[in-house]
């Protein structure tokens, strides 16, 4: 797996790293929730009699339960050091420009096996911002991609997500930034750059990604 050990501002990417962002408003969503549910299943305890108490009762556990996994999920998905480090180093071109943000087109190996049966696939993330980068459609981004499954049952030979996570939202360090630009592969980002057209068809599709069959795939690529 192609990776660039780098070291990660974690304060700047606290503050510009989207899916940190993302995880915290889950978090804190999660939280206000767990709060109302408890506070329904004490007035339950309080104001009701009877079976209220067995409402009263189940509330809170979702409420608590709640807490605990807004607890809990930070450890699940990593910090952001452990994330960049972990993750693969992935090419990834501004697609398209929007009033309100960008959408980034990526190439990710979502193989589970890696570089032993490799399955690449298109993947698409919206972002508010691209720090360090020109706004312009082609601009090469490299990121890590951040592989994750959205149920704990799926077993399949891919993973089902692919998250991008541009170097540039973890180092302000431009010599880094071209370091990875430089560890992709000429084919790998003239495949995005054929690939921009399929942006909408990629992002409408599930979980935004396309896998690709090894015809779609340059010959370096095909294994």
């Known amino acids: 797996m192609r990776q660039l050990p780098f070291p990660v501002d974690v304060k700047f990417a606290k503050s510009v790293n989207e899916n940190y962002q993302e995880l915290r408003r889950l978090r804190i969503s999660s939280i206000l929730v767990a709060l109302l549910w408890i506070a329904g299943g004490v007035a339950a305890a309080v104001f009701g009699s009877g079976g209220w108490y067995i409402l009263a009762a189940a509330l809170v556990v979702m409420g608590v339960g709640s807490i605990v996994m807004a607890i809990l999920l930070p450890r699940k998905v990593g910090s952001i050091k452990r994330q960049y480090e972990r993750s693969q180093l992935v090419g990834a071109v501004l697609a398209e420009k929007r009033r309100h943000g960008v959408t980034l087109l990526g190439l990710v190996n979502v193989s589970r096996t890696g570089d032993v049966d490799p399955v690449y696939a298109l993947v698409t993330r919206t972002a508010t911002a691209v720090t360090g980068h020109p706004m312009v459609v082609g601009a090469k981004i490299p990121c890590v991609a951040v592989l994750q499954d959205r149920s704990s049952r799926y077993r399949g030979a891919s993973w089902q997500t692919a998250s991008l996570m541009p170097l540039?939202?973890?180092?302000?360090?431009?010599?880094?930034?071209?370091q990875g630009q430089s560890l992709i592969a000429g084919y790998e980002w003239d495949l995005l750059q054929r690939s921009i057209p399929r942006t909408a068809e990629v992002d409408k599709s599930p979980n935004q990604m396309i896998l690709l069959s090894k015809r779609d795939l340059p010959e370096a690529l095909r294994g």
């Open 168 to 178: 540039s939202w973890a180092t302000k360090d431009k010599s880094v930034i071209g």
